[in-house]
């Protein structure tokens, strides 16, 4: 660079490139970093001195972003991306190395790439910190709703406590002094189901803390039958087969008795609720290196990947709207781990998922 010109000239170049970088931050829309990274990284080729012939490479943790031709041997200037004080990504602006050499940088292009460089650690540093604060206000959303949830469930559970007691002393009483047989086999049905929607009023009473663990030594085969009778109608509404296959008949682990049957309830009904018609739902329970292992396969559409880190949170469900709360997985999530047990899911092949949950043994 020979003329007071030529100097002036690349001056203003670097100027006008520091400056559109500056626009484009600060108009950047946080979902669309990828382009705004794209758009500065036009901007640094085109403030360069040798501009057609130069190549400029954005990294980041999460994007890498390129503007020119790569060749194989470039000589180039680097600068380091920083976030937070920690080192996250570089900005890299090269030459082919066969006609140009170090040298050709000049020192205000070397400063004009550090600039940049800080401009796009402030404004990674800016997004990390909103998607933190939302994901903080999510969260704080969540436990409010889990909390108000809490309250009415401990409300209605207590609220039909009572009818139902009255239900079964009455039907009780009927039985003594009724002798036609069908009239009899109709209260036997009455009874059932009082009996059956008081245990749901426990597990209603359980999600609001209102029941505490009953652990004991429970035999997992009797309880796994009784949540496949409850089960049967919405087995043969879609014509599903229920194949259960366990090691031994004793097999048995320390629980509430009634939770571990909330649990399998759940993840039953939703592999029922995946699976197409005319398939098979397997429920198989094993020892295995310490553990009772519990494996749950249905022959779904299986879970998605963008979606797989997301099936254990409060109120997160694939059903339509009025099909599902979303709290399923969580409290299931919630018992097994009061249980000190651990539950995962993996894909099923050729299709669906296999739900595996380890109980110690012991």
């Known amino acids: 660079m020979n003329t007071t010109e030529d100097k002036l000239r690349e001056r203003i170049k670097e100027l006008t490139c ?14 669309q970093l990828e382009l705004s990274l794209q758009a500065i990284a036009h901007c640094l080729k085109g403030a360069v001195q040798y501009e057609t012939e130069s190549y400029v490479k954005i990294t980041t943790n999460n994007y890498v972003l390129e503007d020119g031709s790569f060749k194989e041997s470039l000589c180039c200037i ?6 937070f004080n920690e080192v996250s990504g570089t900005i890299l602006i090269g030459y082919p190395s066969d006609k140009f050499s170090e040298d050709d940088f000049l020192d205000e292009e070397k400063k004009l790439l550090e600039n940049v460089c800080l401009e796009i650690g402030n404004l990674i540093e800016r997004k990390q910190i909103r998607d933190n604060e939302a994901y903080i206000k999510k969260q704080m959303e969540r436990t409010d709703r889990l909390n108000i949830l809490g309250e009415i469930t401990a409300g209605i559970a207590h ?7 009255n239900i079964l002393g009455f039907t009780e009483l009927l039985e003594d002094e009724i002798k036609d047989k069908k009239q009899l086999s109709d209260l036997g049905r009455i009874k059932e189901s009082a009996i059956f929607s008081r245990e749901i009023v426990k597990k209603l009473m359980f999600f609001a803390c209102e029941v505490p663990q009953q652990m004991q030594k429970v035999t997992l085969k009797p309880i796994v039958d009784n949540v496949l009778n409850l089960l049967k ?3 043969k509404n879609k014509n599903i087969q229920s194949i259960f296959d366990i090691e031994s008949p004793d097999l048995q682990i320390r629980a509430d008795e009634i939770q571990i049957t909330q ?5 039953i009904m939703n592999a029922i609720y995946a699976s197409p018609e005319h398939s098979k739902v397997e429920i198989s329970i094993k020892k295995l290196k310490g553990n009772i292992q519990v494996k749950i396969i249905d022959e779904g559409s299986g879970i998605a990947s963008t979606i797989e880190d997301k099936v254990y949170e409060p109120f997160f469900t694939t059903k339509p709207t009025g099909d599902g709360s979303g709290l399923g997985l969580s409290v299931v999530h919630g018992i097994i781990s009061s249980h000190k047990g651990t539950i995962k899911h993996s894909k099923n092949s050729p299709k669906g998922t296999i739900f595996t949950i380890n109980f110690p043994e012991n």
């Open 78 to 83: 680097k600068s380091n991306i920083k976030v």
């Open 159 to 165: 609220e039909l406590n009572t009818p139902l007691t």
């Open 18 to 31: 520091l400056y559109e970088v500056t626009s484009i931050i600060v108009n950047c829309d946080y979902s």
């Open 233 to 235: 109608p919405s087995f």
């Open 263 to 267: 649990v399998l309830f759940n993840i």
